[in-house]
Each structure stands twice: as structure tokens, then as C-alpha cells.
Nanobody
Framework: QVQLVESGGGLVQAGGSLRLSCAAS????????MGWFRQAPGKEREFVGS????????YYADSAKGRFTISRDNAKNTVYLQMNSLKPEDTAVYYC?????????????????WGQGTQVTVSS
């Protein structure tokens, strides 16, 4: 079992930055790949990015490439999402999730555990 708790969301102006954190409990955290997803009102949950269990490789949605960076600290059981150059269209609830490393990164169904989400609002 892995329990996930996101933090770091808030209100920021367009062009600003936020860093989200996802703290995990459970001794097996380091064996899971981690992903970030987001869901805007009235829209489906969408993939933002993912990082493999070792941190050796990351994957990003086109909307996140060049602006967002995912990292993890297995010693602290924490994964991060650094978001720069934020746009109003980035406004959403952001979720972290854990999946076995061999499953496909962008698919929601690959992820076994989910956090409760943290709200990010970007004003224009």
C-alpha cells in the first residue's frame, strides 16, 4: 500500500511558478514510478508527466515540456512537480499517482494509488 498526499498548490499569476510536492507513505515507494495528472473543471483527467522509480527517466505531456520538471527524492519518499511559466490554462486540480514501473506512463489505468489532489489556479 502507498498513500499519497499532495501539497504546494495555490493561486499564482500567469508567468509565475509553483512547486508541488507529493509525500508518500509505505516502504515500497521507491519501487514505483510516479506520475502527475491534472483535471480542470468539466474536463477529463489528463497526464502531465511521470518519473521512473530510479529517477533516471522522465516523460512529459506536450503541454508540460519545457515548462514543468518532475523529480523525486526516494530518501524522503517525495516526488516534486516544478511548474514554471504558468498559464491560465494550467488551472486544474493536480494529482500525483503511483504505478508499477513497467506499465505505461500516460495511462490513468496504469496507476494503482492516487492522492487527493491540490488546486492550482493561474490568474491572467
Amino acid at each position: 500500500q502507498v498513500q499519497l498526499v499532495e501539497s504546494g498548490g495555490g493561486l499564482v499569476q500567469a508567468g509565475g511558478s509553483l512547486r508541488l510536492s507529493c509525500a508518500a507513505s509505505g516502504r515500497t515507494f521507491s519501487s514505483y514510478a510516479m506520475g502527475w495528472f491534472r483535471q480542470a473543471p468539466g474536463k477529463e483527467r489528463e497526464f502531465v508527466g511521470s518519473i521512473r522509480w530510479s529517477g533516471s527517466r522522465t516523460y512529459y505531456a506536450d503541454s508540460a515540456k519545457g515548462r514543468f520538471t518532475i523529480s523525486r527524492d526516494n530518501a524522503k519518499n517525495t516526488v516534486y512537480l516544478q511548474m514554471n511559466s504558468l498559464k491560465p490554462e494550467d488551472t486544474a486540480v493536480y494529482y500525483c499517482a503511483a504505478r508499477p514501473d513497467y506499465l505505461s506512463a500516460p495511462l490513468l489505468s496504469s496507476y494503482y494509488y492516487w492522492g487527493q489532489g491540490t488546486q492550482v489556479t493561474v490568474s491572467s
